[in-house]
């Protein structure tokens, strides 16, 4: 079983539809990460939160560390937020970072 | 300019060749990472270093090499590659001021061995 579990692994929604992803983890943490990338580009930081919610435009962000779970959420999703999510939880100290394997979403006009 | 730059941003090669892939970072952080990307294994960390004395590998550091020319550079090298090592590489850095701060990538490279 991976450390870091995302779901869904692939999600398409019709422009306007509020979008939620999911990520749960079995190590302890500080933090978690989630991470965007774009078809054939680089890689861009959205969140790093320990607690609560963070809200970034229409990205809001939730963690739940007793319960080792995050939600990512998009409100009126817009094709250009069509990318790649991924969340990822740091290992031990090290500052090494344990990845999900990604959800992929695709928003349709 | 871009926090992080990696070159080159593609590069097609024989196996066998070596190459080495470059980034730089304007941030001023002492942590850097490389990581590959394979389509349905995620990101995967190859080397990191938290400053320039300070090289460490990652879970998949077989057939790679790293140089930490400055705080701001660092190189990776495949001294001979083959062709399982076609993916996308990327280059991170982040905040030291605190465990896990945020990651700033590089654009990527995507390497093709022949």
């Known amino acids: 079983k991976n450390e870091v579990e995302q779901s869904p692994q692939n999600l398409t929604a019709q422009e306007g539809e509020f979008i939620t992803i999911n990520c749960s983890y079995s190590v302890g943490i500080s933090a978690l990460h989630w991470l965007q990338q774009h078809p054939g580009g680089g890689i861009v930081s959205l969140f790093m939160?320990?607690?609560g919610k963070k809200k970034h435009g229409r990205l809001i962000a939730t963690i739940n560390i007793q319960e080792k779970h995050s939600s990512l959420h998009i409100t009126a999703s817009h094709p250009r937020d069509s990318a790649v999510y991924i969340c990822?939880?740091?290992?031990?100290?090290?500052?090494?970072?344990?990845f999900g394997q990604g959800t992929t979403l695709q928003v349709k006009p | 300019d871009a926090d992080v730059t990696q070159t080159p941003r593609n590069r097609i090669t024989k196996t066998g060749k070596r190459i080495m892939l470059e980034c730089s970072q304007t941030k001023g952080h002492d942590r850097m990472y490389w990581y590959r990307q394979d389509p349905g294994l995620g990101l995967r960390l190859i080397y990191y270093s938290f400053d320039v004395k300070d090289i460490n590998k990652g879970e998949i550091s077989d057939g790679y090499s790293v140089s930490r020319q400055a705080q701001a550079k660092f190189s990776l090298s495949l001294e001979s590659a083959i062709p399982n090592q076609t993916a996308l590489y990327f280059c991170?850095?982040?905040?030291?001021?605190?465990?896990?701060?945020?990651?700033?990538f590089g654009e990527g490279s995507r390497l093709t061995v022949l």
């Open positions: 990822a939880v740091p290992s031990g100290n090290t500052g090494k970072l344990i």
């Open positions: 939160l320990s607690s």
């Open positions: 991170a850095t982040s905040d030291p001021s605190v465990p896990t701060g945020e990651l700033f």
